[in-house]
């Protein structure tokens, strides 16, 4: 799926806008792949995979575009 970060937290986590979606959905630093969590910033356009967990749906293998 494609994306835009939306907010980061100085705790390690962080928002991903989706289009046409009302929901963001959450990412942790510990799900990025080939970039660090400081590298990203608010309104980078990013690639990922969304995964099911016991609080909702949440964003995988976060990347740049």
């Not at 980061?8 to 080939?34: C, E, N, P």
């Amino acid at each position: 799926m494609n994306g835009t970060i939306k907010k980061k937290t100085d705790r390690g986590f962080g928002f991903i806008a989706v289009a046409g979606q009302t929901k963001d959905l959450f990412f942790h630093s510990k799900s990025l792949a080939g970039v660090t969590f400081d590298e990203l910033a608010e309104g980078d356009n990013v690639i990922f995979d969304v995964e099911e967990s016991p609080k909702g749906p949440n964003a995988v293998n976060v990347q740049r575009a």
